[in-house]
């Protein structure tokens, strides 16, 4: 008998038309889930919708903008009633080329911060607001394992995502707890979604589709398997489902062990032999 984690569940999923967050849409929608997708792109979001079928419902949404984000909410709440998961992921990566912090373009930074903070933030406060009067909720947040080492992106991005599991722990018990509502991130390793690509493409120009994937899924450390969209998706469907109840102000690292670990360059003993 197949068990629908997610029966009757409401979720908005921001940067929902493509990547983690379409992967993540269909995952919900597999468990029972109606998924709103908002997404700023309005090409790709309607197209997302109808390949999900009936159950996955379009929102033009910049979570830049917090009126767009707060009417992504009210739509939700008018089109079903209620909004029991709300999943801000989405993001952007800053320059291809990250700069030195001597040359660090605070426009640049101040665009990145906008969305990945600024944004999640607003997705936090409007799903809040939702969620308080029922008395329960879960919202979930994409951070990065840039945010748990240096290196692994540019210092405005890193900074940003650094950020995001500081919130989460800020108002999972501090508010959210005493109204019965979770709030928990994710942190994936490398994956190679569209924007990721993108993004590596314009570093390596010349390089194929496949290359660009193999380059990015050599990143990770797990030998025998690579980072994917549905890790995460099924990471997110086990934060918002009821197995994950008294889980919360935790951040969940989906990246095959990349940020436990580092080698020591040590010199070799024969060098003293």
Same mark, same amino acid.
């Given at each position: 008998?197949?068990?629908?984690?997610?029966?009757?569940?409401?979720?908005?999923?921001?940067?929902?038309?493509?990547?983690?967050?379409?992967?993540?849409?269909?995952?919900?929608?597999?468990?029972?889930?109606?998924?709103?997708? %908002?997404?700023?792109?309005?090409?790709?979001?309607?197209?997302?919708?109808?390949?999900?079928?009936?159950?996955?419902? +379009? =929102?033009?949404?910049? =979570?830049?903008?917090?009126?767009?984000?707060?009417? %992504?909410?009210?739509?939700?709440?008018? @089109?079903?009633?209620?909004?029991?998961?709300?999943?801000?992921?989405?993001?952007?990566?800053?320059?291809?080329?990250?700069?030195?912090?001597?040359?660090?373009?605070?426009?640049?930074?101040?665009?990145?911060?906008?969305? @990945?903070?600024?944004?999640?933030?607003?997705?936090?406060?409007?799903? %809040?607001?939702?969620?308080?009067? %029922?008395?329960?909720?879960?919202?979930?947040?994409?951070?990065?394992?840039?945010?748990?080492?240096?290196?692994?992106?540019?210092?405005?991005?890193?900074?940003?995502?650094?950020?995001?599991?500081?919130?989460?722990?800020?108002?999972?018990?501090?508010?959210?707890?005493?109204?019965?509502?979770?709030? @928990?991130?994710?942190?994936?390793?490398?994956?190679?979604?569209?924007?990721?690509?993108?993004?590596?493409?314009?570093?390596?120009?010349?390089?194929?589709?496949?290359?660009? =994937?193999?380059?990015?899924?050599?990143?990770?450390?797990?030998?025998?398997?690579?980072?994917?969209?549905?890790? =995460?998706?099924?990471?997110?469907?086990?934060?918002?489902?009821?197995?994950?109840?008294?889980?919360?102000?935790?951040?969940?690292?989906?990246?095959?062990? +990349?940020?436990?670990?580092?080698?020591?360059?040590?010199?070799?003993?024969?060098?003293?032999?």
């Amino acid at each position: 008998m197949e068990v629908f984690r997610l029966e009757g569940k409401v979720a908005l999923i921001t940067g929902g038309a493509s990547g983690i967050g379409k992967t993540t849409a269909r995952e919900f929608i597999k468990h029972g889930a109606r998924v709103i997708i %908002a997404d700023k792109d309005s090409r790709t979001g309607p197209q997302a919708a109808t390949e999900l079928g009936p159950a996955a419902l +379009f =929102v033009q949404c910049d =979570v830049a903008a917090e009126a767009q984000v707060e009417d %992504a909410v009210k739509i939700a709440m008018a @089109n079903y009633g209620k909004l029991d998961i709300m999943y801000n992921n989405a993001g952007v990566t800053g320059p291809s080329y990250p700069p030195s912090i001597a040359d660090l373009d605070l426009d640049d930074f101040d665009e990145v911060m906008q969305v @990945n903070v600024r944004g999640t933030v607003a997705g936090i406060k409007h799903a %809040a607001r939702a969620m308080i009067p %029922a008395g329960s909720g879960c919202i979930l947040c994409t951070s990065s394992i840039g945010g748990i080492i240096g290196g692994a992106g540019s210092h405005s991005y890193s900074a940003s995502k650094s950020t995001v599991p500081g919130i989460v722990k800020s108002v999972a018990c501090s508010e959210l707890c005493k109204n019965g509502i979770r709030i @928990n991130c994710i942190s994936p390793g490398p994956i190679p979604t569209p924007l990721t690509l993108a993004q590596i493409g314009l570093i390596y120009p010349g390089a194929s589709q496949e290359k660009l =994937v193999e380059i990015v899924n050599g990143l990770g450390q797990l030998k025998g398997a690579k980072c994917e969209e549905a890790d =995460v998706a099924g990471a997110a469907l086990y934060l918002a489902s009821d197995e994950a109840k008294y889980v919360t102000g935790h951040n969940l690292v989906v990246d095959g062990g +990349f940020t436990c670990f580092k080698n020591l360059p040590f010199p070799s003993p024969h060098e003293f032999l």
